[in-house]
């Protein structure tokens, strides 16, 4: 009766907020991640009800220009995805992912509401619009006050405070859900961070649809009410899953762990590390078994840092590291190459929020006699396109090539990472055709003046906003499961934390590289990025992103060759190591 009930508890050191071993029975799974993802449709929801249609509201009732509106947005989201990293140290550190979670739901929603006050009471909110011409604009003096400019972008940046506590600790918390001890579990943890993706998008495309719609002819205090009112919804549906949510618990930071093996090594920088790796410092598998962690075992790579492992001088944890802690350092520092290689391709994403739409001001927006299209609606059908390319994917082609890979996934994470870049390449250079064509017809019909309509249907983006999406579906969907999957035990968090950076810096890189572009252009000539699209040279823009996002296709192959995933160690062989430890030890004591 004790053996059976001991398998009834889960096995990875996971327990409910009390601190006590949780029933596998009655937590976890689906049963859990129902809550999350349902959470994660409704967050979704309100993050793009404000971020996709931001670059309209900085220019037509904060008046920036497209350099300083475009910027002004990727800088904010940029943001968005770096403070993940304070936020997962805090969760790991001190107070756990579920508390942490609580309260940065708090200050997200008190940003949200911040937001919509900023934009519908009237000390609050800029004054009614001046036009779209650039006459109207050159006269106008309606202008937001530096009051009012500092609420709005107080409540932006409070929001961005909040997501860096949500961000980290949502996706990890649902895979956490799943205990890899148990085959069963760890199979249907494959399938998890495909629907994870499905849930984000599907929020996103009500946001892009309805919300973006309601904003532009509605009124943006609507617009924002109900994004907050949906993230209000979503922090209810994840506290009702709450008695069924499996915990990790709090333990000292991956960051500090791996900064503990980086200085022991430098430490003992000129200490010979022995070749039996055997002599290295190392706990039994008893002690990992007992506390639900996972041994892992010495490999050759970064042999540098194995000298942290060397029995030699001061006992004290920033002296001497296991095998384990080294190797787990080892693993997160070889992903780095890697995350390097997505800065440019988030640079891309970063264009669908900014440049993209605001081509799309410039074209005719009519659909019918009576019905005209907000140009943010375009990133909707990013989110059409990668769903439906999800779904492709992930009934047809994965079974396909499982037959011929032997790959549960069909193909290895990197090679779908991989088609997902070389896409980026091939939308760029559509989106400079786009833009050649759009120049090619203002100039026939004469138009030249800012705020003025290009008489070219504005589905002539179309190609590149559904391109983005089947990109997605590679590239995200990889990304995230990759950073995920390939981070060792304990330090799962951290890979989220990798795959927001690759965000937060390729959005960061994006205002970067589009204010360098803009300032040396205009001082060699003509600017290729103007206030007047209509004058400004967007394709020659285009062009040079579609030749950056080369250069990084050709150096992620070289990096992704370079790359050795993680060997899995299976439960029954650990387990089988831990009998035979065990049994060594008995027949050394008898």
Same mark, same amino acid.
């Given at each position: 009766?004790?053996?059976?009930?001991?398998?009834?508890?889960?096995?990875?050191?996971?327990? $409910?907020?009390?601190?006590?071993?949780?029933?596998?029975?009655?937590?976890?799974?689906?049963?859990?991640?129902?809550? /999350?993802?349902?959470?994660?449709?409704?967050?979704?929801?309100?993050?793009?009800?404000?971020?996709?249609?931001?670059?309209?509201?900085?220019? $037509?009732?904060?008046h920036?220009?497209?350099?300083?509106?475009?910027?002004?947005?990727?800088?904010?989201?940029?943001?968005?995805?770096?403070?993940?990293?304070?936020?997962?140290?805090?969760?790991?550190?001190?107070?756990?992912?579920?508390?942490?979670?609580?309260?940065?739901?708090?200050?997200?929603?008190?940003?949200? *509401?911040?937001?919509?006050?900023?934009v519908?009471?009237?000390?609050l909110?800029p004054?009614?619009?001046?036009?779209?011409?650039?006459?109207?604009?050159?006269?106008?003096?309606?202008r937001?006050? %530096?009051?009012?400019?500092?609420?709005?972008?107080?409540?932006?940046?409070?929001?961005?405070?909040?997501?860096?506590?949500?961000?980290? +600790?949502?996706?990890?918390?649902?895979? $956490?859900?799943?205990?890899?001890?148990?085959?069963?579990e #760890?199979?249907?943890?494959?399938?998890?961070?495909?629907?994870?993706?499905?849930?984000?998008?599907?929020?996103?495309?009500?946001?892009?649809?309805?919300?973006?719609?309601?904003?532009? +002819?509605?009124?943006?205090? !609507?617009?924002?009410?109900?994004?907050?009112?949906?993230?209000?919804?979503?922090? *209810?549906?994840?506290?009702?899953?709450?008695?069924?949510?499996?915990?990790?618990? *709090?333990?000292?930071?991956?960051?500090?762990?791996?900064?503990?093996?980086?200085?022991?090594?430098?430490?003992?920088?000129r200490?010979?590390?022995?070749?039996?790796? #055997?002599?290295?410092?190392?706990?039994s598998?008893?002690?990992?078994?007992?506390?639900?962690?996972?041994?892992?075992?010495?490999?050759?790579? /970064?042999?540098?840092?194995?000298?942290?492992?060397?029995?030699?001088?001061?006992?004290?944890?920033?002296t001497?590291? %296991?095998?384990?802690?080294?190797?787990q350092?080892?693993?997160?520092?070889?992903m780095?190459?890697?995350?390097?290689?997505?800065?440019?391709?988030?640079?891309?994403?970063?264009?669908?929020?900014?440049?993209?739409?605001? @081509?799309?001001?410039?074209?005719?927006?009519g659909i019918?006699?009576?019905?005209?299209?907000?140009?943010?609606c375009?990133?909707?059908?990013?989110?059409?396109?990668?769903?439906?390319?999800?779904?492709?994917?992930?009934?047809?082609?994965?079974?396909?090539?499982?037959?011929?890979?032997?790959?549960?996934?069909?193909?290895?994470?990197?090679?779908?990472?991989?088609?997902?870049?070389?896409?980026?390449?091939? /939308?760029?250079?559509?989106?400079?055709?786009?833009?050649?064509?759009?120049?090619? !017809?203002?100039?026939?019909?004469?138009v030249?003046?800012k705020?003025?309509?290009?008489?070219?249907?504005?589905?002539?983006?179309?190609?590149?906003?559904?391109?983005?999406? *089947?990109? $997605? +579906?590679?590239?995200? !969907?990889?990304?995230?499961?990759?950073?995920?999957?390939?981070?060792?035990?304990?330090?799962?968090?951290?890979?989220?934390?990798?795959?927001?950076?690759?965000?937060?810096?390729?959005?960061?890189?994006s205002?970067?590289?589009?204010?360098?572009?803009?300032?040396?252009? #205009?001082?060699?000539?003509?600017?290729? /990025?103007?206030?007047?699209?209509?004058?400004?040279?967007?394709?020659?823009?285009?062009?040079?992103?579609?030749?950056?996002?080369?250069?990084?296709?050709?150096?992620?192959?070289?990096?992704?060759?370079?790359? !050795?995933?993680?060997?899995?160690?299976?439960?029954?062989?650990t387990?089988? @190591?831990?009998?035979?430890?065990?049994?060594? #030890?008995?027949?050394?004591?008898?």
């Open positions: 009766m004790e053996e059976r009930g001991t398998e009834d508890y889960t096995e990875d050191g996971t327990v $409910d907020l009390k601190g006590r071993p949780v029933l596998r029975s009655s937590t976890g799974k689906w049963k859990a991640c129902y809550f /999350i993802v349902g959470y994660e449709v409704f967050e979704r929801m309100a993050y793009y009800g404000i971020a996709s249609n931001l670059v309209i509201y900085l220019t $037509d009732k904060l920036e220009g497209t350099v300083t509106s475009s910027n002004n947005v990727t800088n904010w989201i940029g943001t968005v995805w770096m403070t993940p990293l304070l936020g997962a140290y805090i969760a790991d550190t001190y107070l756990g992912r579920y508390r942490t979670f609580i309260i940065a739901s708090a200050v997200y929603l008190t940003g949200m *509401v911040l937001l919509t006050l900023a519908s009471l009237p000390n909110r004054p009614s619009s001046c036009g779209q011409l650039k006459q109207e604009q050159d006269n106008c003096h309606k937001a006050s %530096t009051f009012q400019i500092s609420i709005f972008y107080t409540a932006l940046y409070i929001i961005a405070i909040g997501t860096g506590g949500t961000k980290p +600790n949502i996706s990890t918390m649902g895979a $956490d859900q799943f205990d890899d001890f148990d085959p069963k #760890k199979f249907r943890k494959l399938s998890f961070f495909n629907w994870w993706m499905f849930s984000i998008f599907l929020g996103t495309l009500f946001s892009n649809t309805f919300l973006v719609y309601i904003q532009d +002819n509605v009124g943006w205090t !609507v617009g924002y009410a109900l994004p907050t009112l949906g993230l209000a919804v979503s922090i *209810v549906v994840f506290v009702l899953g709450s008695r069924y949510y499996r915990h990790k618990p *709090v333990s000292v930071s991956p960051l500090v762990r791996m900064a503990r093996v980086v200085v022991a090594a430098v430490r003992k920088r200490v010979v590390a022995p070749v039996d790796p #055997k002599e290295l410092h190392e706990l598998l008893e002690e990992y078994s007992r506390c639900g962690g996972f041994r892992v075992d010495h490999s050759s790579s /970064i042999r540098i840092l194995d000298k942290a492992a060397v029995k030699s001088g001061a006992d004290s944890p920033w001497l590291c %296991t095998v384990t802690q080294v190797e350092t080892k693993q997160m520092i070889k780095i190459p890697i995350l390097a290689s997505t800065f440019i391709p988030s640079t891309m994403i970063a264009q669908t929020h900014t440049l993209f739409i605001k @081509q799309g001001t410039t074209l005719e927006r019918g006699p009576h019905f005209q299209i907000p140009p943010a375009l990133t909707a059908f990013v989110t059409i396109f990668m769903l439906l390319t999800l779904v492709l994917h992930d009934r047809f082609f994965v079974p396909f090539l499982r037959n011929y890979t032997n790959n549960p996934r069909g193909i290895t994470l990197l090679q779908r990472m991989g088609i997902g870049f070389a896409l980026h390449v091939i /939308i760029m250079t559509s989106a400079c055709f786009a833009e050649r064509r759009r120049l090619s !017809v203002a100039r026939e019909n004469r030249f003046e705020g003025e309509t290009v008489p070219l249907s504005i589905f002539i983006l179309l190609p590149q906003f559904a391109l983005m999406g *089947v990109a $997605d +579906n590679f590239a995200e !969907v990889a990304k995230i499961e990759f950073f995920y999957d390939q981070a060792p035990e304990g330090m799962k968090s951290l890979g989220t934390a990798y795959y927001t950076t690759s965000f937060g810096v390729g959005y960061f890189l205002s970067f590289l589009l204010s360098t572009v803009a300032e040396v252009t #205009k001082r060699n000539g003509r600017g290729w /990025i103007l206030d007047n699209l209509n004058k400004s040279r967007l394709d020659y823009y285009y062009a040079f992103y579609a030749v950056l996002s080369f250069v990084n296709f050709l150096f992620f192959i070289f990096v992704a060759k370079m790359f !050795v995933y993680n060997t899995e160690k299976k439960g029954a062989e387990e089988l @190591q831990l009998k035979e430890e065990v049994s060594d #030890k008995s027949s050394m004591h008898n």
